[in-house]
């Protein structure tokens, strides 16, 4: 996933609000949104090539995970940063404390940025940050790929998108978050931020929804909590044209 915003208790009726594009090649496996059968109650999308995830929830755990845009090598034999989410999910240690636990081997990942939520708390950890992790304070809040809150035109769009929205009263629900989402415009040349690709790459994944023939949005996911314990998870699928394959909506509880 290379966008998400969110909203941490700063709604009277959610506790979160996530939006969020997954960036991937089109040629990586991928499972559509699902509650999961061989690790319930654990919802969410699936990377068939590794058995991970991006974005997944469980009751009142959630997790979502970025890669961080960089251009040194991965480590020999790194393990699927997609597994940090499911195993966050399975545990019952508050964000923090799990987090704390994978300090000692985070260098054996390649780049991430990672948000782990419950009913009371919620934590950013990326193993290319300083401090590794720390507790974070209701409000709004993105990222995309680097640490969070770095100013990116694409993710200042999104994250405006959802102020509004917030402010709006959640008007339009879902679908005014997933509209946001797919906007297709790229930065201005010179608003560019530099990423690992480099060149024309740069342009094309200046857009918060990124459409190439080999690499693009593959779902756009609105994760929503209400502090009643309810909730809703909605993800769009997209093909390397940048059509529209399917949609899942699933109730959360």
Known sequence: MCLLVLAWQAHRRYRLVLAANRD????????????WQDSPPITGGRDLKSGGTWLAVSGARFGALTNFSERQSSPPAS???GELIPGFLSDERTPQAYADTLETRAGRYCGFSLLLGDERSLTYASNRAQPFARTLTPGVYGLSNHLLDTPWPKLARVRRALQDWLAADARGGAGALLAALADR????????????????????????????????????TVLTLGHDGHGEIVERRYDATGALTGETALALS
């Not at 740069?202 to 080999?214: A, G, M």
Request: charged share 20%; net charge positive.
């Open 79 to 81: 393990p699927s940063r």
């Open 24 to 35: 991937e090649f089109h040629a990586r496996p991928t499972a559509a949104l699902a509650h």
């Open 185 to 220: 415009t790229p930065a201005q040349a010179s608003q560019l931020p530099a990423t690992a690709r480099g060149g024309e790459w740069d342009r094309v994944l200046s857009s918060p929804f990124v459409q190439h023939p080999e690499y693009g949005t593959r779902s756009s």
